[in-house]
């Protein structure tokens, strides 16, 4: 489920139009033939899964006793709860919703890191792709990503915020670390806002 929480996640923060297919929402699985990839939705557990009084087209799926919109949404972490908050999110942060992507340059292979831009917003998202914790993930970026000057990280997700971040003269993301670690399969998403006091002609080569 974890695999399924974060590629909604990465789906959520990308530019483009998102497609959340029935299922999906919950991470049904599926499976060829391409009648059982859309089997009855799981609504709970119990007769054809709260699906149908009757007798549902196909057989449920063998997770459909635990995978199930009841399940889901009395949990927090759940796949379900993700692509709800996500697409909130998406819809009221307008980086986001319709931002211009900068990718960014990660130390670790495993993560995608990748700036989100629109008008005076730009949006901070990281994604851990591994199943392992990662310690001291450094960020990259080409010349003018940003702004030369000092921001700080504010996370719209709760959690702790990111590290201040300098960027230099040219505009450029340098060796910064924005969190100690990161979580295995989890994403981050930081609003980044000037500081105060903030100059231009920053430190920088």
């Known amino acids: 489920m974890r695999k399924a929480r974060i590629a909604s996640f990465v789906l959520l923060t ?23 990839i859309r089997t009855p939705m799981q609504w709970r557990p ?18 459909s006793t635990t995978t199930t ?14 692509n709800r908050r996500m697409i909130r999110l998406r819809s009221r942060v307008p980086a986001l919703g319709e931002g211009m992507l900068v990718p960014l340059e990660a130390s670790v292979d495993g993560v995608a890191a990748y700036l989100r831009e629109a008008g005076d917003q730009q949006v901070l998202v990281l994604a851990n792709l591994t199943s392992q914790t ?33 960027v230099d003269a040219r505009g450029q993301l340098q ?31």
């Not at 119990?46 to 997770?63: I, K, N």
């Not at 919109?69 to 993700?82: F, G, K, P």
Request: aromatic share 8%; no cysteine; hydrophobic share 40%.
């Open 134 to 166: 990662l310690d001291g993930v450094a960020l990259w970026s080409r010349r003018g990503a940003l702004a030369p000057g000092r921001w700080a990280l504010h996370t719209l997700l709760g959690g702790a915020d990111g590290a201040e971040l300098t």
């Open 14 to 36: 990308l530019p483009g139009v998102p497609f959340v297919y029935y299922g999906e929402e919950i991470g049904m699985i599926g499976a060829k033939p391409d009648e059982r």
């Open 175 to 205: 060796n910064f670390t924005p969190l100690p670690s990161l979580a295995p399969l989890e994403g981050f998403v930081f609003e980044l806002r000037r500081v105060r006091g903030n100059h231009h002609g920053v430190n920088g080569p």
């Open 46 to 63: 119990g007769h054809a899964d709260g699906f149908t009084t009757g007798r549902a087209w196909e057989p449920l799926q063998p997770d």
């Open 69 to 82: 919109v009841e399940a889901e949404d009395r949990d927090s972490t759940s796949v379900l709860a993700m």
